[in-house]
């Protein structure tokens, strides 16, 4: 049994048992691939994968309980040499951090440029993807740290703690007749084209669950990713828009107005989120602290410790 054979089980089963992926994945080739899971199977004494043929299916029981294992073996590996690194140079690295565009934009700034000054020697990678998106890179490992408002808290491999809270809010054109509306209502809102974030993003669904409660309909002509590219298409007169408040500039936004809303749609909590088990270095706990002061390293280390 080798570490090769082991990053080779869990890539077939990342990979969706297409052994051709596999093999690109780990740089070698896909007679190499099956020859090593025959080799472990002939080692171990069992099948690990459903066959139909020469394809793989999926995962019998004995591969089953074998991924768990390999997945506890390899993150440990990668957590001793994240170790080493800690103790040979705790100000030098690379810092991953996935979230979505809403977050980056508007929630992070401060945070980004405290670390900056405190860790001017780590490279700091922001990757901008959906929630699910955010939540696979943080269990494979491409990313140390996630921060979004979904997703985050589902999964039992990954331990989430709230970041910050926050409303949506409608933005309209300047001079708009929603602006001689008070109070506002969700009935108002929904007589008019809305344009918001797509589906599981920043929010959405707690903005459908609005609307379904009061028993309205609304009419969304558009879904965007994003809550600039949102305002933009609000100013041109397409329709109203339904944004994270932290997203309105009253200067940059000079075009729009922001309608008091809380009181229509419930308050949303983003996350910020880690691998349970995962070694990470300190500047990866600072960052977290900058984020949020109350989430102390030794808070965040007995939270997403595994229990044995």
Same mark, same amino acid.
């Given at each position: 049994m080798?570490?090769?054979?082991?990053?080779?089980?869990r890539e077939t089963?990342?990979?969706?048992?297409?052994?051709?992926?596999? #093999?690109?994945?780990?740089?070698? !080739?896909?007679?190499?691939?099956?020859?090593h899971? %025959?080799d472990? *199977?002939? &080692?171990?004494?069992?099948e690990?994968?459903?066959?139909?043929?020469k394809r793989?299916?999926?995962?019998?029981?004995?591969?089953?309980?074998?991924?768990d294992?390999v997945e506890?073996?390899?993150?440990?590996?990668?957590?001793i040499?994240?170790?080493?690194e800690?103790?040979?140079?705790?100000?030098?690295?690379?810092?991953?951090?996935?979230?979505?565009?809403t977050?980056?934009?508007?929630?992070?700034?401060?945070?980004v440029?405290?670390?900056?000054?405190?860790?001017?020697?780590?490279?700091?990678?922001?990757?901008?993807?959906?929630?699910q998106?955010?939540?696979?890179?943080?269990l494979?490992?491409?990313?140390?740290i996630?921060?979004?408002?979904?997703?985050?808290?589902?999964n039992?491999?990954? #331990?989430?703690?709230?970041?910050? !809270?926050?409303?949506?809010?409608?933005v309209?054109? %300047?001079g708009? *007749?929603? &602006?001689?509306?008070k109070?506002?209502?969700?009935?108002a809102v929904?007589?008019?084209p809305i344009?918001?974030?797509?589906?599981?993003f920043?929010?959405?669904?707690a903005?459908?669950?609005a609307?379904?409660?009061?028993?309205?309909?609304p009419?969304?002509v558009?879904a965007?990713?994003?809550a600039?590219v949102?305002?933009?298409?609000?100013?041109l007169?397409?329709?109203?828009?339904i944004?994270a408040?932290i997203?309105?500039?009253?200067e940059?936004?000079?075009?729009?107005?922001?309608?008091?809303s809380?009181?229509?749609?419930?308050?949303?909590?983003?996350?910020?989120?880690l691998?349970?088990?995962?070694?990470l270095?300190?500047?990866?706990?600072?960052?977290?602290?900058?984020?949020?002061?109350d989430?102390?390293?030794?808070?965040v280390?007995?939270?997403a410790?595994?229990?044995?």
């Amino acid at each position: 049994m080798n570490f090769q054979q082991l990053r080779i089980i869990r890539e077939t089963v990342r990979r969706n048992y297409n052994l051709t992926e596999v #093999a690109n994945a780990l740089f070698t !080739s896909q007679s190499g691939v099956s020859k090593h899971i %025959k080799d472990l *199977e002939d &080692e171990l004494g069992v099948e690990l994968f459903i066959r139909r043929g020469k394809r793989l299916l999926g995962l019998t029981d004995p591969g089953k309980e074998l991924v768990d294992i390999v997945e506890r073996i390899l993150l440990d590996t990668a957590n001793i040499k994240r170790l080493g690194e800690q103790f040979a140079s705790s100000d030098r690295g690379e810092l991953n951090i996935a979230t979505t565009h809403t977050q980056a934009r508007y929630a992070m700034p401060q945070a980004v440029a405290k670390f900056r000054k405190a860790f001017p020697h780590v490279h700091l990678v922001l990757h901008q993807g959906s929630p699910q998106e955010i939540a696979s890179m943080l269990l494979d490992g491409r990313a140390d740290i996630g921060i979004a408002t979904e997703s985050l808290a589902d999964n039992a491999d990954i #331990a989430a703690f709230p970041y910050h !809270s926050w409303n949506h809010a409608i933005v309209v054109p %300047k001079g708009h *007749e929603l &602006e001689k509306v008070k109070p506002l209502t969700l009935a108002a809102v929904a007589e008019f084209p809305i344009i918001t974030y797509h589906e599981g993003f920043t929010g959405r669904p707690a903005i459908d669950t609005a609307f379904s409660k009061a028993g309205l309909a609304p009419d969304i002509v558009m879904a965007a990713l994003d809550a600039d590219v949102i305002k933009s298409y609000v100013e041109l007169g397409l329709g109203i828009g339904i944004v994270a408040s932290i997203a309105f500039d009253p200067e940059r936004d000079d075009g729009l107005r922001l309608l008091e809303s809380k009181h229509l749609f419930p308050l949303s909590t983003s996350r910020i989120a880690l691998r349970r088990g995962r070694y990470l270095r300190g500047y990866a706990y600072r960052f977290i602290e900058f984020c949020a002061p109350d989430l102390t390293e030794a808070s965040v280390r007995k939270t997403a410790a595994v229990e044995v």
